[in-house]
């Protein structure tokens, strides 16, 4: 916390890459089109984009706030900000559900390197029942808690290299390579005879399919996808320089990562309409998918297309490089968290919290009941709920002036005085009240 010689990013668009690479990852790729075949295609989409505009945006701004100017971690973040108060404990739930994200997070991480292998190998282009190789993976938990493993030490790797050439460098190559995949996997599907009805069903409201629980999911995605309500932005706030502008890179680093879910919807959706066999199932399957939906269809639908296994080795590269830029990001939290609060060497935090992700993330890949469990209560209730006090603490409790001189950075800024007015009605009132209702239809309905 008392540290001089705090590191920070060294350029703007290290930070940019930095805070966009934890955001861009899972949550865009293989969460995002689950959760919107299951939420029913576009209305989902709409009522997604609706929660990252009214709060997701300025729970970023608000999160940046706490960490750039307190330059500490999570919790030490309330600590300095908010001495002797109870605001602490929203930084240590923060912490808990970065964890908690971790422990299923990187199960996922690990069957990506499984199909990477399995795409590179030429494996995955002789695979004839693709639920069936999905399922064997799942039930090899042996395999899966050894894949995990692996992504987790790759993980602490590029920790163990600290803020600079760690976190900011492998952001900066990572993030372009990811566009550009993705942009020529998305022209791949599109191009495919009939993929116009996979973009019907991403762009064109359906009600039939809505569950009532749009709202709550939705909700969850955005705070997920975003990274934001555990402080994975107060700790990547804490590393900015005192010259960059937090609306403007909140704004830049939110549309980057709607774009990759859109893109990774195109990618997705297009495909399975055009190359199921299935046409008259091919909406259940969709929405039955689960967790498994990328694992199961996709591979499915690559092996249908010239050049399957370039196109699938390069997809699931894709899906590992977008996952480890967000492991990063997680992993850091609880470690910055650990070395400042208990006066550990980065290396010592690094590894242990490393050690007990594996733990969590071993029972994980034992049951995916706990897999679900984790999950779902880490985004739809643990994130919501940070994202909710922390919302209120920079709404209502921290003091105007600090709020305006960051936002402006001591009124050298025009950008951010515009956003300010509506921007503290929006922290004050809007979100807040938009989350309680969001949990209070979520339960009831
Ligand atoms: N935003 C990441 C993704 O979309 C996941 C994540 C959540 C990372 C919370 C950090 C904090 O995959």
Same mark, same amino acid.
């Given at each position: 916390m008392k540290e001089t010689n705090r590191a920070t990013f060294t350029s703007k668009i290290g930070m940019i890459a930095a805070a966009a690479g934890s955001a861009v990852g899972l949550g865009n790729i293989w969460r995002f089109p689950s959760m919107t075949a299951d939420g029913g295609g576009a209305v989902f989409i709409l009522v997604y984009i609706g929660c990252v505009l009214f709060f997701g945006i300025p729970v970023m701004v608000a999160e940046f706030i706490i960490g750039r100017s307190s330059k500490a971690n999570t919790t030490g973040a309330f600590h300095i $900000?908010?001495?002797?108060?109870?605001? #602490?404990w929203v930084g240590r739930l923060g912490v808990l559900t970065g964890f908690v994200i971790m422990g299923f997070y990187m199960v996922v991480c690990g069957w990506t390197l499984e199909y990477i292998w399995q795409s590179v190998s030429g494996k995955l282009a002789t695979v004839t029942d693709f639920s069936a190789n999905f399922a064997a993976l799942q039930q090899d938990h042996l395999k899966q808690t050894l894949l995990m493993t692996g992504f987790a030490a790759l993980t602490l790797l590029f920790t163990l290299?600290?803020?600079? #050439?760690g976190v900011e460098k492998s952001s900066k190559i990572f993030m372009p390579t990811l566009f550009l995949l993705l942009i020529l996997l998305g022209i791949r599907s599109v191009t495919l005879p009939g993929a116009i009805n996979g973009l019907e069903f991403l762009f064109k409201p359906n009600m039939?399919?809505? #569950?009532?629980t749009v709202f709550l999911d939705a909700m969850g995605q955005a705070f997920f996808s975003l990274s934001l309500g555990m402080g994975c932005m107060i700790t990547y706030g804490s590393y900015f320089?005192?010259?960059?502008n937090l609306t403007k890179t909140a704004i830049q680093v939110s549309v980057l990562d709607m774009f990759v879910a859109i893109l990774a919807g195109i990618v997705i959706f297009p495909s399975a309409f055009a190359l199921t066999s299935n046409p008259d199932t091919i909406l259940d399957d969709l929405i039955n998918g689960g967790p498994g939906l990328l694992f199961i269809t996709l591979p499915q639908l690559f092996n249908?297309?010239? $050049?399957s296994m370039l196109w699938s080795s390069l997809f699931f590269i894709l899906l590992a490089i977008a996952a480890i830029t967000s492991t990063i990001s997680l992993l850091e939290v609880v470690t910055i968290y650990i070395q400042e609060e208990y006066k550990r060497t980065r290396h010592e935090s690094a590894v242990l919290v490393a050690i007990g992700v594996l733990v969590l993330g071993t029972v994980s890949s034992f049951s995916p009941k706990f897999f679900g469990l984790l999950d779902s209560v880490s985004a739809e209730w643990m994130l919501p709920i940070g994202g909710f006090f922390i919302s209120l603490f920079v709404g209502w409790y921290l003091d105007e002036k600090l709020v305006y001189a960051q936002l402006t950075n001591e009124g050298k800024e025009k950008f951010g005085i515009k956003f300010l007015k509506g921007y503290r009605f929006i922290l004050k009132y809007l979100a807040p009240l938009a989350i309680l209702a969001i949990f209070v239809y979520g339960l009831i309905g």
């Amino acid at each position: 916390m008392k540290e001089t010689n705090r590191a920070t990013f060294t350029s703007k668009i290290g930070m940019i890459a930095a805070a966009a690479g934890s955001a861009v990852g899972l949550g865009n790729i293989w969460r995002f089109p689950s959760m919107t075949a299951d939420g029913g295609g576009a209305v989902f989409i709409l009522v997604y984009i609706g929660c990252v505009l009214f709060f997701g945006i300025p729970v970023m701004v608000a999160e940046f706030i706490i960490g750039r100017s307190s330059k500490a971690n999570t919790t030490g973040a309330f600590h300095i $900000l908010a001495p002797n108060t109870s605001w #602490k404990w929203v930084g240590r739930l923060g912490v808990l559900t970065g964890f908690v994200i971790m422990g299923f997070y990187m199960v996922v991480c690990g069957w990506t390197l499984e199909y990477i292998w399995q795409s590179v190998s030429g494996k995955l282009a002789t695979v004839t029942d693709f639920s069936a190789n999905f399922a064997a993976l799942q039930q090899d938990h042996l395999k899966q808690t050894l894949l995990m493993t692996g992504f987790a030490a790759l993980t602490l790797l590029f920790t163990l290299s600290g803020v600079r #050439k760690g976190v900011e460098k492998s952001s900066k190559i990572f993030m372009p390579t990811l566009f550009l995949l993705l942009i020529l996997l998305g022209i791949r599907s599109v191009t495919l005879p009939g993929a116009i009805n996979g973009l019907e069903f991403l762009f064109k409201p359906n009600m039939e399919h809505v #569950k009532s629980t749009v709202f709550l999911d939705a909700m969850g995605q955005a705070f997920f996808s975003l990274s934001l309500g555990m402080g994975c932005m107060i700790t990547y706030g804490s590393y900015f320089s005192d010259s960059s502008n937090l609306t403007k890179t909140a704004i830049q680093v939110s549309v980057l990562d709607m774009f990759v879910a859109i893109l990774a919807g195109i990618v997705i959706f297009p495909s399975a309409f055009a190359l199921t066999s299935n046409p008259d199932t091919i909406l259940d399957d969709l929405i039955n998918g689960g967790p498994g939906l990328l694992f199961i269809t996709l591979p499915q639908l690559f092996n249908e297309i010239p $050049l399957s296994m370039l196109w699938s080795s390069l997809f699931f590269i894709l899906l590992a490089i977008a996952a480890i830029t967000s492991t990063i990001s997680l992993l850091e939290v609880v470690t910055i968290y650990i070395q400042e609060e208990y006066k550990r060497t980065r290396h010592e935090s690094a590894v242990l919290v490393a050690i007990g992700v594996l733990v969590l993330g071993t029972v994980s890949s034992f049951s995916p009941k706990f897999f679900g469990l984790l999950d779902s209560v880490s985004a739809e209730w643990m994130l919501p709920i940070g994202g909710f006090f922390i919302s209120l603490f920079v709404g209502w409790y921290l003091d105007e002036k600090l709020v305006y001189a960051q936002l402006t950075n001591e009124g050298k800024e025009k950008f951010g005085i515009k956003f300010l007015k509506g921007y503290r009605f929006i922290l004050k009132y809007l979100a807040p009240l938009a989350i309680l209702a969001i949990f209070v239809y979520g339960l009831i309905g």
